[in-house]
């Protein structure tokens, strides 16, 4: 079982809806952050949670730390932001620390 | 720009050939991580490097080596290339404390194909 599971793989919206990306993990966490990444693109740093919620724009990430999960929600969707986007934890058990166990992926297309 | 740079972007290798991926950072981050992203597969580590002078193996680190070469680089080596390293690479670089943590930096990628 992967220790970052994203829901759903893929998704298509139209323009204007309110979307919401999932991500639960099975591991103990000091941070979870959220990434995006255009096709045939890098990888930009979104969000980094440790606790409650941030919101930048029209993205809100939240987290809830005792059920291990968090969200991504994009309000007023719009094509430019098709992407993947990726949830990624920075576990805080020893050994390997520093470093981010990604999930798969949600692979967001906004059509017109 | 602030950031982190990756060389070459693209890379086609005959099975066999050696190559040396190159990553700098200019924003005076201790770590810097080399991951691989394949399809249908979340990004996974090859070697990273927690402070300048140590480097360590991620989950799969078989068939590449790499540099510190100071806080500034961190090369990725391919020494004999075989059709498996098919992939996209991506540099990434953070200043992480022992459990504290910022936000991490990609680079742009290198989509290296082996034939």
């Known amino acids: 079982k992967n220790e970052v599971e994203q829901s759903p793989q893929n998704l298509t919206a139209q323009e204007g809806e309110f979307i919401t990306i999932n991500c639960s993990y099975s591991?103990?966490?000091?941070?979870l952050h959220w990434l995006q990444q255009h096709p045939g693109g890098g990888i930009v740093s979104l969000f980094m949670l440790s606790s409650g919620k941030k919101k930048h724009g029209r993205l809100i990430a939240t987290i809830n730390i005792q059920e291990k999960h968090s969200s991504l929600h994009i309000t007023a969707s719009h094509p430019r932001d098709s992407a993947v986007y990726i949830c990624a934890v920075l576990g805080n058990y020893g050994g390997s620390q520093g470093n981010l166990i990604f999930g798969k992926g949600t692979k967001l297309s906004v059509k017109p | 720009n602030a950031g982190v740079t990756q060389t070459p972007k693209f890379q086609v290798l005959k099975t066999g050939q050696s190559m040396t991926l190159q990553c700098a950072q200019d924003?005076?981050?201790?770590?810097m991580y080399w991951y691989r992203q394949d399809p249908g597969m979340g990004l996974r580590l090859i070697y990273y490097s927690a402070s300048e002078g140590t480097t360590d193996k991620g989950e799969v680190p078989n068939g590449y080596n790499v540099s510190r070469l100071n806080k500034r680089e961190f090369s990725l080596r391919l020494e004999s290339a075989a059709p498996s390293q098919t992939s996209v690479y991506f540099c990434?670089?953070?200043?992480?404390?022992?459990?504290?943590?910022?936000?991490?930096?990609f680079g742009s990628g290198t989509r290296l194909t082996v034939v």
């Open positions: 924003m005076n981050h201790n770590s």
């Open positions: 591991v103990g966490i000091s941070a």
């Open positions: 990434a670089s953070s200043d992480l404390g022992w459990r504290q943590n910022y936000g991490y930096t």
